[in-house]
């Protein structure tokens, strides 16, 4: 009984701390006519203390990190519900391009699971094909 307890405080504590991480918008998409795309992302922190927050991009396949990729803050201190917003510019090299960018705390020593939430950013260029 003692360690359903610890697990449920355990969980409780994990999904707490993953509840306390947002990124909107959580899907973009869009048509540009040069070979980049801008979005703009709020960070939020709804957690009752401040949070070190990583904010790092990826293919869609939420492994690979992304080149091409510049994001105007990777680290960031947010106070208890702080927002911020966040500039990200990636490159559209070809007709289309998406992305992931994912935000999650600073990896503690003790820390088991590390939640992060992802938002999905799509761009498709116009105006490249002959005329």
């Not at 801008?38 to 990826?58: C, G």
């Not at 293919?59 to 500039?87: C, F, S």
Request: charged fraction near 25%; include cysteine.
């Amino acid at each position: 009984m003692k360690r359903l307890l610890l697990a449920c405080f355990g969980l409780l504590a994990v999904t707490q701390h993953a509840n306390a991480l947002s990124i909107t918008p959580l899907v973009d998409e869009g048509a540009t006519f040069v070979d980049k795309k801008v979005v703009m992302v709020t960070i939020a922190n709804a957690y009752q203390s401040p949070l070190d927050i990583v904010v790092e991009p990826f293919e869609p396949d939420l492994r690979t990190p992304a080149l091409g990729v510049r994001i105007g803050t990777t680290n960031l201190n947010l106070g208890p519900n702080g927002r911020r917003r966040v500039r990200v510019i990636f490159d559209v090299p070809h007709d289309e391009r998406e992305i992931a960018v994912c935000v999650r705390t600073e990896i503690a020593d003790d820390e088991m699971v590390i939640p992060r939430v992802c938002g999905r950013y799509y761009a498709r260029r116009i105006g490249t094909g002959p005329r």
